[in-house]
C-alpha cells in the first residue's frame, strides 16, 4: 500500500491545484473573525443586510454583491468548545464589512479549500446576490460541499457564485461551512471523560443544521425567501443533504434537496465510529478526552489523515453517525417510511463514479486498494452474496481496476441513488433521477466523480477533472435545470426556457419504468433505468446494505 502515500501528488492532477504540504501554515489556526467589525461610522447601505447577528457590507463586482464570512453562530468552536454543539447567534448591531471568506476547517492535507488558511474558528457562511432592487422573494440554493466528510470548504475556488449569479439574477446562492474529520466526526462519549461531549459524532451536520437556521431567519435581508430553500451537494455534500432531510428539525428551514453523487448510505454506526476513535487515540498516546484537548490542532488532523485520509489512504472511514439520537440508526429504512417525504429530490450520479480515484491513485495502487475494502466486505456478506459480487465482476469489460472500479461505482453511488429513488417514491415522495455521462480526456476518468461540478458552477476555465470545456449549450442546460428545480420543484425546461429552444421534459422517477434523464452531453433525454443499467438488480442493488463500509 505504499503507493498510495502518491495520492496527494496525484490528487494535484485531478484537482488542478497545488496542494498543501504537512508542515504548519502561516496562514492556519488564526481564531479571529474572518471580517472583524469596521470602525467606519458610514457605510454604502445599498450593499448592507441587516441580520439578527450584525449589518454586514458586501462587496460588489459587475453587479453582483458578495458577502463572504458571515459568521452563522454565536461562539466559533475553540477551545472548550471544541466537540460542542454549535452556539446560535446573539442580536447585534455591530456592522462588518464581510469581504473576506473565513478559513477552512482543519484538515489533513490534499484539498484546494486548505490552500487559502484553516481554522477551528470555520463557522461561516458566503452569500452572493446581484443588485437589483426588487421587492419580489427570489428562491434560495443553499451549497453544501464535499471531500469525504474529511477535507473541503467553501474557500474552494470551484464554488464561487459570482457566475452563478450573473447568470440566475433572480436566485440568491449561499454556500455553508463545517467542522470535518476529527473535529466534526468523531465519537468520543465511550471515553471514561465522553459523557460530556453526547454530540461529538455528528458536529458537521449540527453545524450545517445551524447554517440552514441562520439562513432562514436572515436571508430576507438579502432578498431571499425563507420559504423556498433548496439546499444542495456533491459527494459527501450529497450525503448530507440526504441525511438533512432526515431530521425532522431541519425541515422549517428548506424544501428541496439536490443530490449529486451521495446518499443516506454515507453514515457509519456507533461501533465503526468508535473502532476509528479508539485508533486515533492509540496513535497520539491519549486515553481522554482532556488528553485529545491537548494536541495541537494541525498535529491532530495530520494524524487522522496520515491513518485515514482521503487523500494519504483514501481511508473512508470517518462519516456521520447512525447514533440514534440525530440520525436513524437505519437510514433507509427511515427514507422508506417517509421521513423525508415532504422534500422534493434531484438526485443521481456520474456514469463512472470511482474512475476519478483509482485515475489519481493508478492501476496498481488501485487494484491493491481494491483487494483490500473487497475481502473486508466480503466477511460481511453471505457465500451467495458474494458470489453474486463476483458474477458482477465477471461480467464487467476490460482490465481489473475497471471492474472493480464499476463495482464500488455501483455499491457506493449507482445504488444508493437508485434505492433513494425508489424508497423515497414508494413513501409518497417526488424524486427527479439523473445519469451523467460527459466524459473527461484525462486518462482513466472518463465520466469520473465531481466531473459535473465545473458544470454546475459555471466555471468552464475549471478543467482539473475533465481536461476540457464541457459543451456551452448542454452545461447551461444543466444549470437551467438545477434552478428551475430550486425554483419550482419541477427541472423540466419549456422550449423558451432551454438554451437549445428544445423543450426538456423530466419526468418523476417510477415505480414502474423507473425513468431517468441521462444528461448526455448531445443528447439530454429521459429513459428507461433498465435501458441506462444505472445498477445491477440481481449482483449489486443489495450492496446498499452495506452503508459506506
Not at 460542542?84 to 456592522?95: I, N, R, T
Not at 484553516?118 to 452569500?127: H, I, P
Request: glycine residues 8%.
Amino acid at each position: 500500500m505504499k503507493k498510495m502515500r502518491n495520492w496527494v501528488l496525484a490528487a494535484t492532477l485531478i484537482c488542478g491545484a497545488s496542494v498543501l504540504t504537512g508542515c504548519k501554515s502561516d496562514k492556519d489556526e488564526d481564531q479571529g473573525p474572518a471580517n472583524p467589525p469596521t470602525t467606519e461610522k458610514e457605510y454604502d447601505q445599498s450593499l448592507a443586510a441587516k441580520c439578527v447577528n450584525g449589518i454586514f457590507v458586501g462587496k460588489k463586482t459587475d453587479n453582483v454583491i458578495s458577502f463572504k464570512g458571515i459568521p452563522f453562530v454565536g461562539q466559533q468552536p475553540v477551545g472548550s468548545l471544541r466537540w460542542k454543539a454549535p452556539v446560535d447567534v446573539s442580536p447585534s448591531d455591530a456592522v462588518f464589512e464581510a469581504y473576506e471568506y473565513g478559513k477552512a476547517p482543519f484538515q489533513a492535507p490534499g484539498d484546494p479549500a486548505g490552500e487559502y488558511g484553516q481554522s477551528e474558528a470555520c463557522l461561516y457562511l458566503n452569500v452572493w446576490k446581484t443588485d437589483e432592487t426588487t421587492t419580489q422573494k427570489k428562491p434560495v440554493m443553499v451549497w453544501i460541499y464535499g471531500g469525504g466528510f474529511e477535507v473541503g470548504g467553501t474557500t474552494d475556488p470551484q464554488y464561487d457564485c459570482h457566475n452563478l449569479v450573473k447568470e440566475n439574477p433572480d436566485v440568491i446562492f449561499v454556500t455553508i461551512s463545517y467542522r470535518l474529520a476529527a473535529y466534526g466526526f468523531l465519537h468520543l462519549s465511550h471515553l471514561p471523560d465522553g459523557k460530556d461531549y453526547p454530540d461529538a459524532q455528528n458536529l458537521g451536520t449540527l453545524d450545517q443544521l445551524m447554517a440552514l437556521k441562520w439562513v432562514h431567519n436572515n436571508i430576507a435581508a438579502f432578498g431571499g425567501d425563507p420559504d423556498n430553500v433548496t439546499i444542495w451537494g456533491e459527494s459527501a455534500g450529497g450525503g448530507s443533504c440526504s441525511l438533512l432531510s432526515l431530521i425532522d428539525e431541519a425541515h422549517k428551514y428548506f424544501k428541496r434537496a439536490i443530490i449529486q453523487s451521495g446518499s443516506p448510505n454515507m453514515t457509519r454506526s456507533a461501533e465503526e465510529a468508535i473502532a476509528v476513535t479508539d485508533k486515533i487515540m492509540a496513535a497520539l498516546d491519549c486515553k481522554t478526552v482532556a488528553d485529545l484537548q491537548k494536541v495541537e490542532p494541525r498535529k491532530l488532523a495530520d494524524k487522522v489523515g496520515e491513518l485515514f485520509g482521503i487523500y494519504q489512504v483514501l481511508g473512508w472511514s470517518i462519516w456521520p453517525e447512525r447514533d440514534g439520537r440525530l440520525l436513524p440508526e437505519d437510514t433507509w429504512k427511515a427514507v422508506e417510511e417517509g421521513k423525508a417525504k415532504g422534500i422534493e429530490i434531484l438526485t443521481g450520479c456520474t456514469k463512472d463514479e470511482f474512475n476519478t480515484f483509482a485515475a489519481a491513485l493508478g492501476a496498481e495502487a488501485w487494484n491493491m486498494w481494491a483487494a483490500d475494502r473487497m475481502a473486508k466486505r466480503a466477511v460481511l456478506l453471505t457465500a451467495d452474496e458474494n458470489a453474486k459480487v463476483q458474477s458482477y465482476i465477471n461480467s464487467v469489460p476490460g482490465e481489473e481496476w475497471e471492474k472493480t472500479c464499476s463495482l464500488f461505482s455501483h455499491s457506493y453511488f449507482n445504488a444508493p441513488t437508485i434505492s433513494l429513488s425508489e424508497k423515497h417514491t414508494k413513501a409518497g415522495g417526488k424524486v427527479y433521477t439523473y445519469f451523467y455521462t460527459p466524459e473527461s480526456i484525462l486518462p482513466m476518468v472518463k465520466s469520473g466523480h465531481a466531473s459535473e461540478l465545473s458544470v454546475v458552477f459555471n466555471h468552464p476555465e475549471m478543467t482539473g477533472f475533465t481536461g476540457r470545456t464541457i459543451d456551452e449549450t448542454f452545461s447551461k442546460t444543466v444549470r437551467k435545470m438545477w434552478v428551475q428545480f430550486a425554483k419550482t420543484g419541477n427541472p423540466s425546461l419549456t422550449a423558451e426556457q432551454s438554451p437549445d429552444g428544445k423543450a426538456k421534459v423530466w419526468p418523476l422517477y417510477d415505480l414502474t419504468d423507473k425513468q431517468v434523464m441521462v444528461l448526455d452531453e448531445f443528447n439530454i433525454h429521459s429513459a428507461k433505468e433498465a435501458d441506462v443499467k444505472m445498477v445491477d438488480w440481481d449482483n449489486t442493488y443489495f450492496l446498499t446494505k452495506l452503508y459506506c463500509n
